[in-house]
């Protein structure tokens, strides 16, 4: 599978707006307006640099019990892959279990289950156009 470079990682984090406030003035960026992504059941935001910061969206939902599990921090690496259906096949093809896959503006993206690739969470993505207005990484 070619993965043309990590597009983002993403953090769980208790609070959101205290960690936007820490990475915007720690790393000098700036986040988008925090949006929630109701499939995984988070409240998302990112930020040009590649950091993605999300917080459980409901108390009882799926991300509350996985940060109740794994606590705050490194959450998913995120890899942007040129065919999306090609790099979904071999990960299937490799017994990599899907968790989730969606699509968001012009993302389409999955999730794949961290017990398949040594406790790592990977999400594959790939886009039609770049998102919400931000430019290219190279």
Sequence with gaps: MKAERIDHVSFFVKDLDKAMKFFSELLETSFLEPFPIKSVDIMDTL????????????????????????????????????????????MKARGIRQLVRDTIGAA???????RDTFGVMIELIAYKAYPMGMPPQP
């Design 108 to 114: 389409e993206w999955a999730t794949f289950d961290p």
């Design 47 to 90: 930020a040009p640099l590649g950091i993605d910061l999300c917080t459980p969206l409901t108390p009882d939902g799926v991300s509350s019990k996985v940060m109740a599990r794994r606590g705050e921090g490194l959450s998913m690496v995120s890899f942007k892959v040129p065919n999306f259906e090609e790099a979904l096949a071999e």
